[in-house]
């Protein structure tokens, strides 16, 4: 209440930090952020890695990215590889420990070998793992369609050895968003079990899991869309509030309908009913190779994301 102009001053407060401080609590948090935040690492294959994130929208939106800008100052690692299984994310996480088996002998020059996996894994996609075999760091790289180990320093040769990925010490204590296994679907079990050993990985509570959703390859009544379902009705039993249903989220009427997408006015559009009707996603967020989603399916993923992130108090 204001006071008589006659009335003595009252004496200066103390200083404190939060006396001081102006704005919204999300605006403090945003301008001066936690510096020990934790780590976010994502897992995955091409969609994590937003591929088809260039079409559609204004500029190219990829998931990594709005997350980075979401979670700062906690650093976001990408590590999504395009059509990689389950199975990989596993080699990547260092969770498998495959033995390298040589053929033939190393390059002059490089000393890169030729191997194989004791696992019988083949590489699929761009994929590239760095990491050691017996204490030798290196890159296994398996993006030419063969295995093959390189040392970093050509001195140091190997004729084969275990290998384990470095990718590990980087997601160590780290919080993890997981998307894996669409390309090997089929395998409803080894996704689930692969997907749970994955999470095991990460402290309790520190893994969201998305689930997968259906292109027009895996309509209602394909076998694909049944593993599909499948899936990710085994993904959310098993991880619960910490299960993102992205299938829901494309084709619901709450998701069609959210703020990112607002402008395409999908639940209007008759190509959008004609999809529902076969329990896929609207084509309007699908990008042209029909198997990725474009900038505004990722748009309003990153959305989905951001929001349950908040509600586990991750942000």
């Known amino acids: 209440m204001p006071q008589h102009a006659a009335a003595p001053a009252a004496p200066a407060a103390p200083f404190s930090p939060s006396s001081a401080l102006t704005g919204t609590e999300a605006s403090r948090r945003l301008l001066h952020p936690e510096s020990e935040a ?167 509570g520190d893994t969201l899991v998305l689930g997968h959703w259906c292109t027009e390859h895996d309509e209602a009544g394909s076998a694909t869309g049944a593993a599909v379902a499948e899936v990710n009705a085994g993904l959310a039993e098993a991880h619960r509030d910490h299960f993102l249903d992205v299938q829901h989220l494309l084709t619901g009427e709450e998701g069609l309908a959210s703020s990112p997408l607002a402008p395409l006015q999908l639940l209007e559009q008759g190509t959008t009913h004609d999809a529902l009707a076969r329990a896929v996603v609207p084509p309007l967020l699908i990008a042209s190779d029909g198997i990725h989603l474009n900038g505004w399916g990722n748009l309003a993923l990153s959305w989905a994301i951001v929001r349950r992130m908040q509600e586990l108090r991750w942000l």
């Open 38 to 204: 934790p780590a976010l690492t994502l897992w995955g294959s091409s969609s994590m890695s937003s591929e088809g994130g260039d079409e559609a929208t204004a500029v190219p939106v990829r998931i990594h990215e709005h997350l980075a800008l979401a979670a700062a100052p906690a650093p976001v690692h990408p590590f999504g590889v395009g059509a990689s299984w389950s199975r990989h994310t596993l080699l990547q996480r260092g969770l498998d420990t495959p033995t390298l088996i040589g053929r033939g002998d190393p390059e002059p020059g490089t000393s890169r070998l030729e191997v194989a996996l004791d696992s019988g894994l083949a590489p699929s996609g761009p994929i590239r793992v760095p990491g050691r075999v017996d204490g030798v760091d290196g890159i296994l790289d398996g993006s030419s369609g063969t295995w093959y180990f390189t040392p970093s320093d050509p001195a140091d040769a190997v004729t084969g050895g275990v290998f384990v990925s470095s990718l590990a010490e980087i997601a160590e204590g780290s919080r993890q968003v997981l998307w894996m296994g669409k390309n090997n679907i089929r395998d409803v079990e080894g996704v689930l079990e692969h997907t749970a050993r994955m999470a095991e990985a990460a402290a309790p």
